[in-house]
């Protein structure tokens, strides 16, 4: 049986009532009322479901920012040594590449977010 096929349910009953209409309302209104908490509990768990992959691509893109700030890290770390034996003049141009990459990685995290279509 298929996830997106509905299913009703329908009482039968086998056995003769003396108030028979009666009986035969009563379990179709019950019957309506079972179909009732079916589709309530099938949006729920549909809700659920989009809310935790909703979730999954938040933690996926938080674990990509994490990497590359690991590796922006790592990058500046080995780079250090470098830094202390140029010129002013050569960090000063260095210091201003910085800062447009901060702006670089500011709007890699922009857009990576609108990609996905989600707002933290």
Do not use: C, P
């Amino acid at each position: 049986m298929d996830s997106d096929e509905e299913v009703l349910y329908q009482t039968e009953l086998l056995q003769l009532f003396s108030e028979e209409d009666e009986v035969r309302l009563f379990f179709e209104r019950l019957d309506e009322e079972l179909n009732k908490v079916n589709q309530f509990y099938k949006t729920k768990e549909s809700e659920f479901l989009e809310r935790g992959e909703i979730l999954n691509k938040q933690l996926q893109i938080l674990l990509d920012l994490k990497q590359i700030v690991g590796d922006r890290q790592r990058r500046r770390k080995s780079n250090a040594g470098g830094l202390l034996h140029r010129s002013s003049a050569s960090f000063s141009s260095t210091n201003s590449n910085s800062f447009s990459g901060a702006d670089h990685f500011s709007s890699l995290i922009i857009s990576k977010y609108y990609e996905n279509k989600i707002l933290i």
